[in-house]
């Protein structure tokens, strides 16, 4: 396979091309700490998601274990795309949402 191509894919992953963007992600909010940690770390380590907490969402109130896919610059702010499970009445929900940057919290 020539240069290493994966089969079924084509092109650089997500993590390579957040890097080589130009456009500097917020920091991952972090509550407890003034040592925020940042997507481009993440990035720049090959990873392509993040796991993260997700702080209160919408009629899910509560701290729920997620995964920070990726940012986006929204005209309220930065957001991220997460995907998270919230426990309902008939069991675990997955859940896959936008939401605010203060809402999320790296793990």
Do not use: F
């Not at 396979?1 to 089969?7: C, E, S």
């Not at 500097?24 to 993040?50: C, D, F, K, N």
Request: hydrophobic residues 35%; proline residues 12%.
């Amino acid at each position: 396979m020539a240069g290493g191509m994966i089969p079924g894919r084509s092109g650089r992953n997500l993590g390579e091309r957040a890097a080589n963007s130009g456009v500097t992600p917020p920091p991952l909010y972090r509550p407890m700490s003034s040592a925020p940690a940042s997507i481009a770390q993440a990035a720049s380590e090959g990873r392509e998601g993040r796991h993260c907490w997700v702080h209160d969402p919408p009629d899910s109130p509560g701290i729920w274990p997620g995964l920070l896919v990726e940012w986006r610059q929204h005209t309220d702010g930065w957001q991220g795309r997460v995907a998270y499970t919230v426990t309902g009445p008939h069991g675990a929900a997955l859940v896959e949402t936008w939401l605010p940057a203060a809402r999320l919290e790296p793990r």
